[in-house]
């Protein structure tokens, strides 16, 4: 059996993952995480063959989860399966050792095959995104500029950035300005417009 850990913050696709997945003889879903902070600690304690996971979620992205278990050797496997089907975030994905890569609209019977086939140690990646990689823009922005960024979504101002990162106001500006340069931007809005539609956060 191919054991699966779940990870979508969205209960309506989670349940309709797990039905469909399991009347698939050959895997079983062993844990469910409604976020990223979860779904390490899920990994962590279950050992599945493969995470399948979201990329935006609360608390941890499913790029951020990918780049943890890479960096600490998890032998667990992931599998992305977004509406995101930019270049930006299919490229960070791959940089993470994502192993696998699908929309949330493919075939169950797509997803089914690309679980095996992710198992027995190989990639798969949706045939109208692989090429996509080659278009890609490299990421200017490091973690740091892209945290802050995606704070600045939420509508927060400087200083509560600062709090929320344990840094001082002068240094939250210090990075947006930074960020602000690097993508061409007019603002920190604008920046995060682009950094978003390219995929970037």
Same mark, same amino acid.
């Given at each position: 059996? !191919?054991?699966?850990?779940?990870?979508? *913050?969205?209960?309506?696709?989670?349940?309709?993952?797990?039905?469909?997945? /399991?009347?698939?003889? *050959? !895997?079983?879903?062993?844990?469910?995480?409604?976020?990223?902070?979860?779904?390490?600690?899920?990994?962590?304690?279950? +050992?599945?063959?493969?995470?399948?996971? *979201?990329i935006e979620m609360p608390n941890m992205t499913g790029i951020d989860v990918a780049e943890k278990l890479r960096t600490a050797?998890?032998?667990?496997?992931?599998?992305?399966?977004? /509406?995101?089907?930019?270049?930006?975030?299919?490229?960070?994905?791959?940089?993470?050792?994502?192993?696998?890569?699908?929309?949330?609209?493919a075939p169950v019977s797509q997803l089914a095959d690309a679980v095996r086939?992710?198992?027995?140690?190989?990639?798969?990646?949706?045939?109208?995104?692989?090429?996509?990689?080659?278009?890609?823009?490299?990421?200017?922005? &490091?973690?740091?500029?892209?945290?802050?960024?995606?704070?600045?979504?939420?509508?927060?101002?400087?200083?509560?950035?600062?709090?929320?990162?344990?840094? +001082?106001?002068?240094?939250?500006?210090?990075?947006? +300005?930074?960020?602000?340069?690097?993508?061409?931007?007019? &603002?920190?809005?604008?920046?995060?417009?682009?950094?978003? +539609?390219?995929?970037?956060?």
């Open positions: 059996m !191919i054991r699966i850990v779940l990870a979508e *913050d969205q209960t309506m696709l989670r349940d309709a993952l797990h039905a469909l997945l /399991t009347l698939e003889g *050959d !895997i079983e879903i062993v844990g469910h995480a409604r976020d990223g902070a979860e779904a390490l600690a899920l990994v962590e304690t279950l +050992s599945p063959d493969i995470l399948i996971t *979201d050797n998890r032998p667990t496997r992931v599998m992305v399966v977004t /509406t995101f089907g930019r270049a930006g975030y299919l490229k960070r994905a791959l940089d993470a050792g994502v192993r696998g890569y699908f929309l949330k609209d086939k992710v198992a027995a140690g190989g990639r798969a990646i949706a045939p109208e995104l692989a090429e996509a990689t080659w278009d890609a823009l490299p990421d200017p922005l &490091n973690d740091r500029e892209r945290a802050m960024l995606r704070l600045a979504e939420t509508g927060k101002t400087n200083k509560e950035i600062a709090e929320a990162l344990a840094l +001082s106001p002068g240094t939250v500006r210090n990075y947006f +300005s930074e960020a602000v340069q690097k993508l061409g931007a007019r &603002n920190r809005v604008e920046a995060g417009r682009i950094a978003r +539609s390219n995929g970037w956060l």
